[in-house]
């Protein structure tokens, strides 16, 4: 709220001078004649927002690097929590406040709204001349398209599996399942050896997007699941519903969660997992480096993908956790993109991998690195199944859709609505999507 004071006692300052100098010739829009490259000399300043506070002072590093290294620009860095960057951005870039770049939600419901309002700037042409085209993996340009034209640069690759104790299953003699029917069965197993099964909670609601993700995925493959994200195929099927039915009815049902799923916050079920209280936690690759810092975790920690449904390929959930953006507003665009080149750049990319925990949307030259079995794990899929990886669904739909899921999931876990009604709902949600013109097409 502090946030949205300050941006509105900038509008009224600058109305009131504004009002008060109505003579005075009006200035040249953001962008372009005031958009031209400085002058030989002068310092242009950048400012740059990012949501890696966790990692503040690896940030300015890179940052200071960049500086020293171009004199004739000045990066100046702010960092946000992702959810207090969400609520101030476009009001923000609207007001003309906002920075020249920064990190943010690549999707339809996040970047895609902030495209269509006219507040970022298309990015084509910087890719092919910057050689972003030849770089960047070219599953992870598609997604930041809406309207014909790109407007991101991906970062923080990331899929969605299952980590589990090393220790506890070697102790118990316990198999990484092979079928549904064999994790249910493992859910068992930790109950009569007096442990969580399962440390999944879903006390903010979105940890059940990732959950339904994995489930979509290996019911229905890759590219029925493409056809409906792009709301060419219906969400009211019964693969649908049979999917939303084993994770959040028969696998609670199971005993597979703690009995207040919906009460307990993700980090508090994280805990559960790199404390010895629970034998597993379905979640995504984010998780990696916390997961291999003894300093954060007490046990051994492996990972395995959802097996196999009713015998279908397994289809690993893939995604983006968030991207560069650039405002269209900049007054600097040519050395704004000067900075996005360098963070991207092949030199960037073991400094994203070992100092800051992310995995950037190129390949990467880890042979000079020391890094944990687990990271190795999580950049050779990502390197290998890349073109094959399937769809992390909340970064692909729009924001009614997403609200569905958020509600709708919990509801069902709670026992309060059906399978069946939560399948409704998400294609009721998805054809309003439709009509509002909110759905990309990522089945090209």
């Given at each position: ?9 900038v509008?009224i300052v600058v109305l ?8 005075v ?5 953001a962008?372009?004649?005031t958009g031209?490259p400085s002058?030989?000399?002068?310092v ?5 927002w990012d949501?890696?506070p ?6 300015d590093e ?7 290294a171009?004199?004739?620009i ?8 992702t959810?207090a960057l ?9 007001s003309?406040?906002g920075p020249?770049?920064f ?7 996040f970047?895609?709204v902030?495209?269509r309002a006219?507040l970022?700037m ?8 910057k050689?972003?085209?030849?770089r960047i993996?070219?599953w992870?340009r ?8 790109s407007?991101?640069v ?5 899929f969605?599996?299952?980590f ?6 070697e ?6 399942p092979q079928?549904w029917?064999?994790l249910l069965?493992l859910c068992?197993?930790a109950n009569?050896?007096?442990?969580i ?5 879903n006390g903010?609601?979105?940890?059940s997007?990732h ?8 019911q229905v493959?890759?590219?029925?699941l493409?056809a ?9 099927t019964e693969d ?12 609670k ?6 009995e207040d799923?919906?009460a307990?916050?993700y ?7 790199a ?9 995504g690759?984010w998780r990696?480096?916390a997961y291999?810092d ?5 046990e ?5 993908f959802?097996p196999a449904?009713?015998g279908?390929p397994v289809v690993?959930?893939g995604g ?16 704004t993109?000067?900075f ?6 092949e030199?960037m990319?073991?400094?994203w ?5 992310a995995v950037p949307?190129y ?12 990271k190795?794990?999580?950049l050779d899929?990502i ?16 924001d009614n ?6 509600d709708g ?5 709670a ?17 309003e999507?439709?009509?509002a013109?909110?759905v990309?097409d990522?089945?090209e």
């Open positions: 709220m502090k946030a949205y004071r300050w941006y509105s006692l509008l009131l001078l504004s009002l008060s100098a109505c003579t010739p009006a200035a040249a829009p962008g372009g004649e031209a002058a030989e000399g002068e242009v300043e950048i400012l740059f949501q890696f966790e990692v503040s002072d690896k940030m890179i940052v200071a690097d960049f500086n020293a171009h004199p004739n000045k990066v100046t860095r702010e960092s946000y929590q959810e969400r609520d101030v951005i476009r009001p923000a870039l609207t003309g406040t020249d770049i990190y943010y939600d690549l999707g339809p419901g970047a895609g902030l495209a006219g970022l298309p990015l084509d042409d910087a890719y092919a001349d050689g972003w085209d030849q993996y070219e992870t598609d997604r930041a398209v809406f309207d014909g034209k407007y991101g991906a970062n923080e690759l990331e969605i599996g299952i589990y104790n090393k220790g506890m299953f102790a118990n003699g316990w198999e990484l079928s029917d064999e069965g068992d197993k009569e050896a007096g442990v099964p399962m440390g999944f909670t903010e609601s979105w940890p997007y959950m339904f993700s994995m489930m979509m995925n290996n493959g890759k590219d029925r493409a409906m994200i792009s709301g060419e195929e219906s969400w009211d649908t519903v049979i999917a939303i039915k084993r994770f959040f009815v028969d696998a049902e199971r005993g597979c969660f703690i799923v919906n307990v916050n980090s508090d079920g994280l805990a559960l997992l404390t010895g209280q629970a034998a597993m936690h379905p979640t690759t990696v480096e291999s003894p300093t954060q975790t007490t051994d920690i492996g990972f395995f959802l449904l009713d279908n690993v959930p983006i956790g968030s991207g560069w953006v650039v405002s269209a507003n900049s007054q600097h665009p040519e050395e993109l000067t996005l080149d360098y963070l991207i750049s030199e990319g073991p400094r991998v070992a100092e800051i925990g949307a390949p990467v030259d880890t042979s000079a690195l020391d890094l944990p079995e687990l190795e794990f999580a899929i390197a290998s199944q890349a073109d094959s990886m399937g769809y992390n669904i909340d970064v692909l739909t729009p859709f997403n609200k569905v899921m958020w999931f919990a509801a069902v876990l026992g309060i609505r059906t399978p069946e009604e939560q399948a409704a709902a998400l294609e009721a949600a998805m054809q999507a439709i009509a013109g909110n990309i990522i089945t």
